[in-house]
């Protein structure tokens, strides 16, 4: 397929995986149940399209799609589990990855770079590193260990993103609450209450863990994009019944 270059069709939600990435990192998932079980026969047939660039350009010229932006599964191989060096290791695999496919395939693949945002030293040097990679897209998290991306430890990360053109887009990693996993809806409505607190980087501002008014204007030059919305009540029934409809493990809960 012929990219449009004069009215793309761009999807900014695509995901990619890394193979030695997903094999430390998938059991310690929301996707797993934290190692609990293992993934059903056309999830794992899915897995492996999205380690292959050529594959997942076959499905854009299937869908009509002219370009993609790329992010790490971090529901399906998150990194924060484990301690910041070895999370920097995985982080610059994963960077380096997504880096190679939008250099052998730039008019159809933008990439975006992962950080180990437990460790702002670490997440500020990866940030440098990715963006001479060429890559200016953040996929970052919702929430850090719970510390939610509007805490003052994560300024230098906002300050930096916006003083080097970066747009961030935030995903969360998937409900990690046992009685989310224990009902089969870490994604269906977990994802969309983590999405619909951090939210608050705009809207709640002065709460707990939020921007205020003034650190608002502070980071006026941000350019942030959102993803898995439904934190109002209709959204969240309409994901359930969707989960339910094709896990039969989930269950329906008042």
Not at 2 to 18: C, K, R
Not at 36 to 45: E, F, G, K, S, T
Not at 232 to 251: D, F, G, T
């Amino acid at each position: 397929m012929e990219p449009n270059d004069a009215t793309p069709v761009i999807d900014f939600h695509s995901h990619f995986l890394v193979q030695d990435v997903f094999d430390q990192c998938h059991c310690h998932s929301p996707a797993s149940g934290f190692g609990h079980h293992q993934a059903p026969a056309h999830l794992v047939a899915l897995f492996e399209k999205m380690k292959n660039p050529r594959l997942v350009i076959e499905d854009m010229d299937r869908l009509k799609i002219d370009m993609s932006v790329f992010s790490s599964a971090t529901v399906i191989e998150p990194t924060s589990w484990t301690e910041p060096a070895v999370e920097l290791e995985l982080i610059r695999r994963l960077n380096d990855t997504v880096a190679e496919w939008a250099a052998q395939s730039p008019r159809r693949i933008i990439g975006s770079f992962v950080l180990p945002l437990q460790d702002m030293d670490l997440a500020l040097q990866e940030l440098s590193r990715a963006v001479g990679l060429g890559l200016r897209v953040a996929n970052i998290p919702s929430e850090v260990r719970g510390i939610y991306l509007g805490d003052r430890k994560f300024w230098p990360f906002w300050e930096a993103a916006q003083d080097l053109g970066v747009v961030s887009f935030m995903h969360p990693e998937g409900g990690k609450c046992a009685w989310f996993q224990q009902f089969g809806m870490w994604n269906s409505i977990a994802q969309s209450l983590g999405r619909g607190e951090v939210h608050g980087l705009h809207d709640l501002r002065g709460r707990p863990g939020k921007l205020s008014k003034t650190q608002g204007r502070r980071f006026s030059r941000w350019r942030v994009f959102s993803t898995q919305h439904g934190p109002a009540r209709p959204q969240r029934e309409k994901r359930a019944a969707e989960h339910e409809e094709h896990n039969s493990k989930a269950q329906r809960v008042p």
